[in-house]
């Protein structure tokens, strides 16, 4: 087990940029994956950006080229780097933990991410 305590969500204007971070409790690099999803109003949660054990990353073809994920081994902390947000970005994000088999899934609090002018 982990706990994931994620923060830097806020209100920011459409082009601009913010930075999500996930502190782990424990050493989140046993697991198969790190990753971001976010929940929008009325949506389901969907994966925004995925960071495996070796270091490979995925993202979601909305957020391709705009959003980069990361890691710092000796903080246990994952980031997501958001850059020229959009309106449709606004929603809640959260941290994740996954091992595929046996199936674990770890998560943060979230933190809301905002985007208007």
């Known amino acids: 087990q982990v706990q994931l305590v994620e923060s830097g969500g806020g209100l920011v204007q459409p082009g601009g940029s913010l930075r999500l971070s996930c502190a782990a409790s424990?050493?989140?690099?046993?697991?198969?994956?790190m990753g971001w999803f976010r929940q929008a109003p009325g949506a389901q949660r969907e994966l925004v950006a995925a960071?495996?054990?070796?270091?490979?990353?995925h993202y979601a073809n909305s957020v391709e080229g705009r959003f980069t994920i990361s890691r710092d081994n000796a903080k246990n902390t994952i980031y997501l780097q958001m850059d020229t947000l959009k309106p449709e970005d606004t929603a809640v994000y959260y941290c994740?933990?996954?091992?595929?088999?046996?199936?674990?899934?770890?998560w943060g609090q979230g933190t809301q991410v905002t985007v208007s002018s």
């Open positions: 960071i495996f054990r070796g270091g490979t990353t």
């Open positions: 994740n933990a996954h091992q595929p088999s046996p199936l674990v899934d770890e």
């Open positions: 424990g050493d989140i690099f046993n697991f198969y994956q």
